[in-house]
Structure formats: structure tokens, C-alpha cells
Antibody
Framework: QVQLQESGPGLVKPSETLSLTCKLSGDSISHFYWTWFRQPPGKGLEYIGYIHNDGRTNYNPSLQSRVTLSVDTSTHEFSLKVSSMTAADTAVYYC?????????????????WGQGRQVTVSP | IQMTQSPSSLSASVGDRVTITCRSFQGISDFLSWYQQKPGQAPKLLIYEASRLQSGVPRRFRGSGSDPDYTLTIDGVQPEDFATYYCQQNYGTPPTFGPGTTVDIK
């Protein structure tokens, strides 16, 4: 069974950098878009960015200056770093797998999600 | 690309037909997905490319529509279907979600 599992701190201090890792089990990191989303308490879903196993990345312009994504195909893991965290970054962070679109192989629908990691920014 | 959903919430009885609408502010060429999210859980993919049913999803879930209006229909809502539903476009970057529609029990 293919699964994704996030790991990382649940509490981050303001101005610090958040580092989360997502471990893929049951499959290899290939030919998919490895993405991150977040969901603030009681709110909707926000796209953070993706990294493809070929190294291509894409970031939400609203977060681009603070976000870095990386992938390690040997360990089947991909990672998220968000710098200069503030209270507004408090959210559940999800890692996910997106399929390539059937027409042109760009970023498609998300068919596999991790369970989510609650991250709180507080002194 | 901004996405809207209507209604924001609705109440339904088991067995009812439920319809949720999603509108895109610009053309998205049917690159539209629907997700179901229950409290404390990750979203779950139901429909992609406007009308394609994800493997393992019950056939009572149906996606339809074309630019700019898309619809998710649940034919005979079941107790396990009470949740929040989000549409998402993946035509433009960044991919964006609608604000969600909460379906609860009448």
C-alpha cells in the first residue's frame, strides 16, 4: 500500500525555519509531482509548491521567497523548508503526490495525501 | 485563478441528491478536481478532469460541467458522505481551491 507520512516539529518559534520531511512507502519517487499544501485552522487549502523527481520546482508566489523544496530519491523522501515563520503560518501541513495531466504531463490532480502535520508558531 | 463554490453549506437527508457548484473566474479547460475532507483527515480525491471518477470512489459521486461552471453531484447521499467538499483547478499555476462546501445531516 502506497503511503506518505510527514515528520517534523509541531512547534516552531517566530522567525525560525520550519523543516518537514515526507516519507514515501510502497512505491518509488518517479514521474510524479511531489507537492505540499497547508490548511490554517478552520480554513481552506493552500498550495505551497511541488518538486518533480527530475528536479523541477514550482512555488506559490505568495510563499516563494520563503520556501525551499528538495527530494532525495535514494531514501524516497522529499522535504519542505519555510523560513521566517510567523503566527500566520500556523496550519496543518500536508505532503501529497500529484499525477501528471493526461494531456501534457503538467501538474495534475492529487491522488495521494499524507495524514498531515499540525505546525504551530508560538514563542 | 479564483474559484468560488456554492452553496457554502447545505443540509441533506440520507438518500437525497446533493449538488455543489464550482465556478472559475477564467477558463480552466476542465482541469478541475473535487476532494472530500472529513474533520481531522486529509482530503480525498473524488473526481478529476471534471468528470473522471477516481478509482475506488463510489459511483454515486458524479462530476460534470465545463468552463466556467462545474458540478459535483452525489446521487443518494450516505451517512459517510457528510463532510466538506472542495473543488480545485490545476489548469493555471498556482493550483487553487474553492472555499469549500460543508454537507451536514438535516
Amino acid at each position: 500500500q502506497v503511503q506518505l507520512q510527514e515528520s517534523g516539529p509541531g512547534l516552531v518559534k517566530p522567525s525560525e525555519t520550519l523543516s518537514l520531511t515526507c516519507k514515501l512507502s510502497g512505491d518509488s519517487i518517479s514521474h510524479f509531482y511531489w507537492t505540499w499544501f497547508r490548511q490554517p485552522p478552520g480554513k481552506g487549502l493552500e498550495y505551497i509548491g511541488y518538486i518533480h523527481n527530475d528536479g523541477r520546482t514550482n512555488y506559490n508566489p505568495s510563499l516563494q521567497s520563503r520556501v525551499t523544496l528538495s527530494v532525495d530519491t535514494s531514501t524516497h523522501e522529499f522535504s519542505l523548508k519555510v523560513s521566517s515563520m510567523t503566527a500566520a503560518d500556523t496550519a496543518v501541513y500536508y505532503c501529497a503526490r500529484a499525477q501528471p495531466r493526461s494531456y501534457d504531463f503538467y501538474l495534475g490532480h492529487v491522488d495521494l495525501w499524507g495524514q498531515g502535520r499540525q505546525v504551530t508558531v508560538s514563542p | 485563478i479564483q474559484m468560488t463554490q456554492s452553496p457554502s453549506s447545505l443540509s441533506a437527508s440520507v438518500g437525497d441528491r446533493v449538488t455543489i457548484t464550482c465556478r472559475s473566474f477564467q477558463g480552466i479547460s476542465d482541469f478541475l478536481s473535487w476532494y472530500q475532507q472529513k474533520p481531522g483527515q486529509a482530503p480525498k480525491l473524488l473526481i478529476y478532469e471534471a468528470s473522471r471518477l477516481q478509482s475506488g470512489v463510489p459511483r454515486r459521486f458524479r462530476g460534470s460541467g465545463s468552463d466556467p461552471d462545474y458540478t459535483l453531484t452525489i446521487d443518494g447521499v450516505q451517512p459517510e458522505d457528510f463532510a466538506t467538499y472542495y473543488c480545485q483547478q490545476n489548469y493555471g499555476t498556482p493550483p487553487t481551491f474553492g472555499p469549500g462546501t460543508t454537507v451536514d445531516i438535516k
